[in-house]
């Protein structure tokens, strides 16, 4: 059921030295900051070939990601994302095997335009899954 690989998700507490780090030293192309309100984030999409690795820095009041870096200061890996044909018959196959769905369990609009869905990490070994309709 699940397909490509859509990005792996860095929190960090600094976003501009992040965006430094990727696009100097590492000599990636690094986006730039793009403010996601609906979801308590300001996202950077560092384009690999083959994937992309996504910055997240907390944005408002409510951010889900202000826990887990009062947790980890410098920062870490927060989720992965996975890409999926048809979300809503992903989300209820994996409800039916048991899988928490977070929020309200209706799909938002993501960063890419396209609806998606978190899983609680306790249900994946520990790792937040987000899933992203292709
Ligand atoms: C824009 C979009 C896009 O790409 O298009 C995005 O990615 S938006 C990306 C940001 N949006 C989201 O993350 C939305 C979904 N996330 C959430 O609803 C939340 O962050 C939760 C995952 C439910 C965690 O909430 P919160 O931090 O308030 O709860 P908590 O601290 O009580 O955590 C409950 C337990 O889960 C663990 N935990 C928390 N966050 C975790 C993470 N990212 N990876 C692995 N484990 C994690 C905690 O350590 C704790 O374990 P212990 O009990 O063992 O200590
Ligand atoms: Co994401």
């Not at 950077?44 to 408002?60: D, R, S």
Request: charge should be negative; charged fraction near 25%; aromatic fraction near 4%.
């Amino acid at each position: 059921m699940i397909g490509r690989l859509n990005h792996v998700a860095i929190a960090v507490g600094d976003l501009e030295k992040a965006c430094k780090l990727y696009r100097e030293t590492m000599g990636a192309k690094v986006s730039e900051p793009l403010p996601q309100p609906a979801h308590g984030v300001t996202v950077v999409f560092i384009e690999l070939p083959n994937t992309k690795v996504e910055l997240l820095h907390p944005l408002g009041e409510n951010s889900p990601i202000a826990k887990f870096l009062e947790k980890s200061p410098d920062g870490g890996i927060h989720h992965i994302c996975y890409e999926v044909d048809d979300i809503l018959a992903a989300r209820d196959r994996l409800k039916a095997g048991g899988a928490r769905v977070l929020g309200d369990g209706n799909p938002k609009i993501g960063a890419h335009g396209k609806p998606v869905l978190f899983l609680h990490p306790k249900d994946f070994n520990g790792t937040l899954v987000e899933l992203e309709q292709a």
